[in-house]
């Protein structure tokens, strides 16, 4: 497809449950970038992908996080016992250099 | 560490007017790309205009102008004959050049058009 798909739209957890989003990106982009967006605006970088490989996970919190993107599946973020400070928008973008990144509309995650 | 830093949390311009938002960064990169996202209230990140380091042309698009200085590490965006669907969140962003390196965004700016 021709833009960025981010499912669901909107999610909501209880504290302690497990949440699971997903990103189908652009055909042909070889590059995945996870963001999360929280109340203030502030982007931060999660994660990125090339291919299936994971390219630069620097910001990934470790312990409950976990991100894949498997060939002929969309991209996945599951965070595993979920916390009310996980509660943000999160962004998938994909790219093909040196075009730039491409943003999906985003998943907002909410936490009770 | 390697920043954006937009000075401006809001802004307010008269429709038809012109608007010019700042950002600043730090890198130690000598090419990179910049960028300026519009994030309207449908948080949908809209690419607005992007600039390659080592080209001393400033960028356009349509409205959208920029003013990059390299040396001073600024980059600004400006917004000519604003129109009420210009009102919106503007990150400016940086990302390393020749690999896909992550976007490094600002703080963002929150434009008001006032008609």
């Known amino acids: 497809g021709e833009e960025v798909a981010q499912t669901p739209k909107h999610l909501v957890r209880g504290e302690g449950q497990k949440a699971k989003l997903y990103c189908a990106p652009i055909?042909?982009?070889?590059?995945v970038f996870w963001y999360q967006q929280v109340l203030k605006n502030e982007f931060k970088f999660l994660i990125s992908f090339q291919n299936e490989n994971v390219f630069d996970e620097t910001g990934m919190p470790k312990e409950r996080f976990s991100a894949k993107c498997l060939p002929n599946s969309p991209c996945s973020l599951e965070i595993q016992a979920t916390k009310l400070e996980d509660s943000a928008v999160y962004f998938c973008a994909s790219s093909l250099w040196p075009k730039g990144a491409f943003f999906g509309q985003g998943t907002r995650l909410t936490v009770v | 560490a390697q920043t954006v830093t937009q000075s401006q949390p809001e802004m307010s311009v008269q429709e038809a007017e012109t608007v010019t938002l700042s950002c600043t960064y730090d890198t130690s990169e000598s090419d990179y790309y910049l960028f300026w996202y519009k994030q309207p209230p449908s948080r949908q990140m809209i690419l607005v205009i992007r600039q390659e380091a080592y080209k001393q042309q400033n960028a356009t698009e349509n409205r959208f102008s920029v003013n990059f200085q390299k040396a001073a590490k600024s980059f600004s965006l400006k917004i000519s004959d604003s129109q009420l669907g210009d009102a919106a969140m503007y990150f400016c962003a940086r990302s390393n050049m020749n690999r896909d390196d992550k976007i490094i965004f600002g703080k963002g700016t929150r434009l008001h058009i006032l008609p």
């Open positions: 055909k042909g982009h070889s590059y």
